[in-house]
């Protein structure tokens, strides 16, 4: 009589699976519905239902929602001092406005963490919000950390180029957002046919740079 794989996998392999299962389960519950009705209207118990486990499982992994929260972010969105993306840029081995764009690409095909992202970046402009820390940090490090890389792949040196070089970076970032919000408004908005243009754009004056 032969066995189904999973009864012939030691305890311990079929537990750690189970559980990165749930995890998995418990964190797309948790983007769905912190983008649905945000961070404080979201409750535990919701969260579970929609994962489809016992709330002591999410305690179990995460502990509390604040924790989840901070899981979440740390996911799907790196810190970027480890972003290989930066790192590309910096060596001229990629270039900012392809990667903005390519980010956009997948985004357009992930509308439900479009959501949350765009739901947490404006809730958390409260100080009292658990993500405003995070958020801060994020766009400062991000903004700064490929306005970095951009001018170092182009051996720029001038203070003022590289101002200019941050502010450019810093509009692309805020189209991009701010044209996530139209096209989650309205989903027949074309956000990547409007991102390629604003990234054209972009690109133009980078290139103008020396």
Do not use: C
Request: hydrophobic share 45%; aromatic share 8%; charged share 25%.
């Amino acid at each position: 009589m032969a066995f189904p794989e999973r009864f012939l996998m030691p305890r311990a392999k079929r537990n750690a699976e189970k559980g990165a299962l749930t995890r998995s389960a418990i964190l797309k519950g948790a983007v769905e519905l912190f983008g649905e009705n945000g961070y404080r209207a979201t409750t535990m118990n919701q969260i579970a239902s929609r994962a489809g486990v016992v709330q002591s499982a999410l305690h179990h992994h995460f502990g509390g929602k604040d924790q989840l929260l901070e899981a979440v972010l740390n996911l799907h969105y790196p810190p970027a001092a480890s972003r290989p993306d930066i790192e590309a840029v910096a060596q001229g081995r990629s270039d900012f406005v392809d990667e903005v764009l390519q980010a956009a690409y997948r985004n357009a095909r992930d509308r439900e963490l479009v959501r949350f992202f765009s739901v947490m970046t404006g809730e958390s402009l409260t100080g009292d919000h658990p993500a405003h820390a995070f958020f801060v940090a994020r766009y400062d490090l991000v903004r700064q950390g490929f306005a970095d890389a951009i001018a170092q792949a182009k051996r720029v040196e001038s203070e003022e180029s590289k101002r200019l070089i941050l502010s450019l970076v810093s509009i692309l970032f805020a189209a991009s957002d701010g044209l996530q919000m139209q096209w989650l408004r309205n989903p027949s908005f074309d956000f990547t046919g409007a991102i390629e243009l604003a990234a054209a754009l972009t690109r133009e004056r980078l290139d103008a740079i020396r």
